[in-house]
């Protein structure tokens, strides 16, 4: 039996709005301090990126050149 007000499986009280993370993907429209963080973690993922695959073709030009 589901107490009113209660969600039944955490036994927390059901919210009328969502979690912060999630708020974001429901509304339309992003604060200018969330483009911020994901201009800034966008840059981060692109630096990464390229690091990532300079270490790949280093790897590979090291098993290259130690097959020689």
Known sequence: MKKKG????TKQPERSEPEA????YIRETRTP??????????????VLMIIAAALVV??????????K
């Open 58 to 67: 280093l790897l590979v030009f090291l098993f290259y050149e130690n097959m």
């Open 21 to 24: 993370p999630m708020g974001r």
């Open 33 to 46: 301090k969330e483009k911020l963080q994901d201009t800034i973690n966008t840059a981060i993922a692109f």
């Open 6 to 9: 209660y969600d039944g499986v």
